[in-house]
């Protein structure tokens, strides 16, 4: 059974109604392009799909090709049967009328809890993804191990806001709120988040690192017009060393900015910078890192308030072992992971099943160090890291994070090129996202391209001098078209760098400012 539509309350019961029953779900991304959709349908052998009026046409079409095993269509916003599509609405009132007669049939359906009953896209294009399987077991332990870590309960309100097919959402957004009595609402866009934060008077909240940079600039903003922005820095500095209670109480007009009831801020799916990180919890904002991959259910550690380090995912949740493998001398290696979240394995991919699960320790691909306290720090993927002629590692998101507390830049993209016939021989370079507009107000500048140019320069050349020199940056390309990102707002790596290549037709050499 698949699941294509926003985040919305007729999707968390189309789901549940499978989950609980005899069914195996798979949610899909509501953004496939339709032979990416195709694909997926294809390989997932789904019967069944539940979705919306938007995607109604292109699933009809691909209903009527006859792709995969596809036979039934089921709108969430039909009132009634049409046109031989289902209405999930009808089909409601169909189950409490045959429950009503004393049919038991689902409600006393036998579920184990070690057979597959999700199925999970990785990101990647249609020949790349992997479907990840997982059981009712990996699910639920994965929330019981939450539960006993993070303090959610029945008076919290939880705001939906990220794809709700990726497992993140799915699991900590949606399933963990419910398991543990809070209510969910959903974001009405990023556009409205604060305004949402407010209006729903929102206590938690699980996002993305470029939310929450959002949320801080709104922040930042509002207290600039208020002209109060030297009286907090000052405050930040004198109550530093003070309870997050007392920084809440101190800081209690950014708060109600945010609705006043903010307990919990949970970051996951990528880094968070570290300056961000402190400036919320310098504010009396309780905002911790997460770790976890799809293939783990997701959640592998998570920071608390009583177990917290800056720039650390925190510690394993209580069912999850970890261990680093090929540590190199800094104390970095490969994040294994085992407990009872590690997928059953790729679907259809006895192979690549072999590959990432090895004496029931799961290969994470992300770098790690872990500190004498057992606290976990992220230091990229395994397969991002830039490694240079002299042996020293580059870890892109580590200076991406840097460069992006540019004024003007919305985002980064740090890669390496060969600088020549040796292709070990790599010179780093990055790529800029600019807000032009921005950059003319802060700089005081015309905004042409040789003045933005020489704004940026100057700025990279001083993040190269906090660095040792075979960090530092050589070359900048400057652009105002956000980067490719998945679903969830993560960089793909290999797209970004593939447009970098084509894009305009130009050389490299043209399009690259050499420092």
């Not at 089909?91 to 045959?98: A, D, F, S």
């Not at 949970?266 to 990180?277: K, N």
């Not at 320069?457 to 906090?466: C, L, P």
């Amino acid at each position: 059974m698949c699941i294509r539509d926003r985040n919305r309350f007729e999707w968390e019961i189309a789901y549940l109604s499978v989950v609980c029953g005899t069914g195996i779900v798979v949610p899909l991304d509501k953004s496939l392009p339709e032979n990416e959709l195709k694909s997926l349908i294809d390989r997932s052998g789904v019967t069944a799909i539940f979705y919306s009026k938007k995607y109604e046409e292109e699933l009809k079409k691909i209903k009527l090709l006859g792709v995969g095993k596809l036979k039934h269509l089921i709108s969430m916003d039909l009132a009634e049967h049409e046109d031989g599509i289902y209405s999930q609405k009808e089909l409601i009132e169909v189950g409490k009328e045959l429950i009503k007669e004393g049919n038991r049939e689902f409600i006393d359906a036998k579920i184990s809890n070690k057979d597959m009953n999700i199925m999970l896209f990785t990101s990647g294009t249609t020949s790349q993804s992997k479907v990840v399987a997982l059981s009712h077991k990996n699910i639920c332990s994965n929330l019981m191990d939450i539960a006993k870590v993070l303090d959610v309960n029945s008076n919290d309100v939880f705001l939906s806001i990220l794809p709700i097919h990726h497992v993140f959402e799915c699991t900590v957004g949606f399933l963990f709120s419910l398991y543990r009595g809070a209510q969910t609402v959903f974001c009405d866009g990023i556009r409205h988040i604060v305004e949402n934060l407010s209006e729903y008077h929102v206590s938690v909240m699980a996002c993305v690192p470029a939310i929450y940079e959002r949320i801080f600039k709104i922040i930042r903003k509002g207290i600039e017009k208020q002209g109060k922005l030297e009286d907090v820095l000052e405050k930040e500095e004198l109550f530093r060393d003070k309870t997050m209670e007392e920084r809440k109480e101190v800081f209690k007009e950014i708060h109600d900015m945010l609705g006043g009831n903010i307990r919990l801020f949970i970051s996951g799916a990528a880094a968070l910078d570290r300056t961000i990180e402190q400036k919320y919890r310098l504010l009396g904002i309780n905002l911790v890192q997460g770790y976890g991959l799809t293939e783990t259910s997701p959640i592998v550690g998570v920071g608390t308030n009583e177990n917290y380090r800056l720039g650390s995912i925190g510690k394993p949740v209580p069912s999850v072992r970890v261990k680093l493998a090929d540590k190199d001398k800094d104390g970095i290696g490969e994040l294994l992971v085992k407990g009872p979240n590690v997928m059953l394995g790729y679907f259809g991919n006895d192979e690549a099943t072999k590959e990432a699960i090895r004496n029931g320790w799961f290969y994470t691909g992300d770098l790690a160090k872990i500190d004498d306290e057992g606290y976990i720090f992220i230091c990229g993927r395994k397969k991002s890291v830039i490694v240079l002629k002299n042996g020293k590692n580059i870890f892109p998101e580590e200076m991406e994070n840097l460069v992006n507390r540019i004024e003007g830049v919305n985002e980064s993209f740090i890669f390496g090129r060969p600088v020549s016939d040796d292709k070990d021989d790599i010179k780093i370079n990055v790529k800029l996202v600019i807000d032009k507009e921005i950059i003319k107000d802060v700089y005081k500048i015309e905004g042409t391209d040789e003045e933005i140019k020489e704004v940026l320069s100057s700025k990279i050349k001083e993040i190269n001098k906090t660095m040792p020199p075979y960090k530092a940056i050589r070359g900048i390309i400057i652009s105002e078209e956000p980067l490719i990102r998945t679903t969830t707002n993560k960089i793909k790596r290999q797209a970004n760098l593939d447009e970098i290549e084509k894009s305009e037709n130009e050389s490299f050499s043209k399009k690259c400012t050499t420092l």
